[in-house]
């Protein structure tokens, strides 16, 4: 299983995750406690190997504001939120789909990327509030040919719980990986371990 450490802004903390075997790095370019610039995301990230994916986070871009950021942060990928992805962008797209009513399922069946992550209802931000969304909600039968991602309050005490429920392609933490709202080293090498030590027997 693949795993996503979102909201990253720091080079200790980029270095840390990477080192630790996260497969996805998460840098948020809406507005956030955790929102950070394009070109310190390039500075910070010009050590990870190309198997680590970045991934830039943003809610309803317009286009071109997201291609200049994908390529001023040399970004791999770009997670939207907000809105459905309907354009061509130069790199893959993660559709987010907040989980909380009927719309999130106009939304999966709408959906023209590969990658789908389901979050919890936004609150002052988009993503990383720390809650869990009604995984009862979730039906994921129809969707065999996408790539699930599970995000939303995450922690390492419930990851084993959602690896059994969704066997999601990869799941995302953020908050789930802080201490006071801070990313916390040694959160993001325990989570990591443990995805990868219950997901790889």
Partial sequence: MKVKICGL?????????????????????????RKISPDLVREI???????????????APNYQEAEEIIQQAKLDMI???????????SVPVIQAITVNSEEHIKMIQAATTNYLLFDAP???FVGGNGQVFDWKKLDLDQLTDKKIIIAGGLTI??????????????VDVSSGVETNGVKDLKKIRAFLKKAKEEYDV
């Fill in 9 to 33: 802004q720091t080079k200790e903390q980029v270095d840390t995750a990477v080192k630790n075997g996260a497969d996805y790095l998460g840098f948020v370019f809406a507005e956030s406690k």
């Fill in 45 to 59: 990230t010009k050590d990870v190997p190309k198997t680590v994916k970045k991934v830039g986070v943003m809610v």
């Fill in 79 to 89: 997670q939207i939120h907000g809105m459905a992805a309907t354009e061509h962008y």
């Fill in 122 to 124: 936004p609150q002052k």
């Fill in 157 to 170: 005490e419930n990851l084993q719980e959602a690896k059994e429920r969704f066997s999601p392609y990869a």
